[in-house]
């Protein structure tokens, strides 16, 4: 992992901007991801690029804020667009909720 997103403070990891999915009716829910001890930085780092679309450096900083935060919301999008989202997460082992 690149070893300059170590100097950044968390406070500057949260001003990722995670994409909303706005173009579907409805209203917008967070999808949440949770730290845990099983998952590696660059296994996490790869879902969240191959599912959720994430750029390497998005994807990079999020992984960091769930590390420090024990949370991270990593997407923002109506509901019925983050199910499939969390479903695919969470059949790779990672610990996602989607909450309202």
């Not at 996490?44 to 450096?57: A, D, G, K, P």
């Not at 900083?61 to 997407?75: D, E, M, P, R, Y």
Request: glycine share 4%; with cysteine; proline share 2%.
């Amino acid at each position: 992992m690149n070893n300059e997103l170590y100097n950044h403070t968390v406070e500057e990891l949260e001003e990722v901007v995670v994409e909303d999915e706005g173009s579907d009716i409805g209203e917008l829910a967070q999808l949440i991801v949770y730290n845990d001890d099983h998952n590696t930085f660059d296994w996490v780092i790869q879902c969240f690029q191959e599912v959720l679309n994430h750029t390497l450096e998005q994807a990079e900083q999020l992984s960091l804020l769930i590390h420090f935060k024990g949370k991270a919301t990593v997407k923002t999008a109506p509901k019925n667009v983050l199910k499939p989202k969390k479903d695919a997460l969470v059949d790779r082992g990672l610990s996602a909720v989607i909450e309202e």
